[in-house]
């Protein structure tokens, strides 16, 4: 066979290599094509948990007077930890990092409040207690409240104004990034936005980024903000989880994320 050939034959080898590399294993990444993205997509957001069936960590968080469950399961104004304990459980001992927007103020005069006789931090208690080896950080508005601990650590941050969100991550000792983003702070779309967009970035491949307490006359703005991040972030998968609950059917709802690459 002519020389020339053989040539020809190696260039395109090394071509198709490339090519393969490109798509395929650049990065090391996992590689999902449109024949299987959405059976991928069902996979890692197929939860499956019981809203009416109190776990240990619904127990932990309403005796540390958070509002995200209690024992009492079926009474209580939110539901989440059914939910979080669902996906979380097996993670319990790891070493991680986990970072809750909205410490719970008890300031009646700021909005999203939890009343007077709320208990600011509750939440992040709650979370050093179901995450024993883990960093526990928060932020809230309410300079008042902020308070540290040996393994809790809080910071001032206005969600609606992205030079401060800016100015808390620069924070040093919130400069690597987190397993779990949890943004339970002022709950209206625009501040949810503004949060979500100038914080992602932070969020761990593998890890979770969550939206409480999305109200029912926002759910469509929701459901639209999905579909134009989805052509943003490639990497991330979005499900609205609107979780029944018995006596609350206007913001039992959470905007799950995931990072798979």
């Not at 926002?218 to 943003?232: G, P, Q, S, Y």
Request: proline share 2%.
């Amino acid at each position: 066979m002519d020389t020339s050939i053989y040539i020809i034959i190696f260039i395109i080898s090394i071509f198709l290599i490339l090519i393969i590399y490109k798509f395929i294993y650049k990065n090391n990444e996992t590689f999902i094509d449109s024949s299987n993205k959405n059976d991928f997509i069902k996979t890692i957001l197929d939860f499956k948990f019981d809203e009416s069936k109190s776990t240990p960590l619904c127990e932990i968080m309403g005796r540390n007077k958070s509002d995200k469950g209690s024992q009492n399961i079926t009474s209580s104004h939110h539901n989440y930890t059914t939910f979080y304990y669902s996906i979380f459980k097996n993670m319990t001992k790891n070493k991680l990092r986990l970072f809750e927007l909205g410490l719970g103020t008890n300031n009646i005069n700021i909005l999203s409040n939890m009343g007077e006789n709320g208990r600011p931090g509750a939440s992040l208690y709650g979370w050093a207690e179901f995450f024993p080896n883990a960093e526990i950080f928060g932020a809230d508005i309410d300079k008042d409240i902020l308070f540290n601990t040996n393994r809790i650590k809080t910071f001032y941050c206005d969600q609606t104004k992205p030079d401060i969100i800016k100015k808390m991550w620069d924070n040093s000792e919130l400069k690597d990034e987190f397993d779990i983003i949890i943004e339970d702070g002022l709950h209206t779309f625009d501040a949810n936005v503004i949060f979500f967009e100038n914080s992602i970035y932070k969020l761990k491949t593998g890890g979770f980024y969550i939206i409480e307490d999305l109200v029912k006359n926002e759910l469509d703005l929701f459901t639209n903000k999905i579909k134009e991040w989805e052509e943003i972030y490639t990497n991330y998968l979005f499900k609205l989880l609107i979780i029944p609950s018995t006596i609350n059917n206007n913001d039992n709802n959470l905007l799950v994320i995931y990072k798979y690459k």
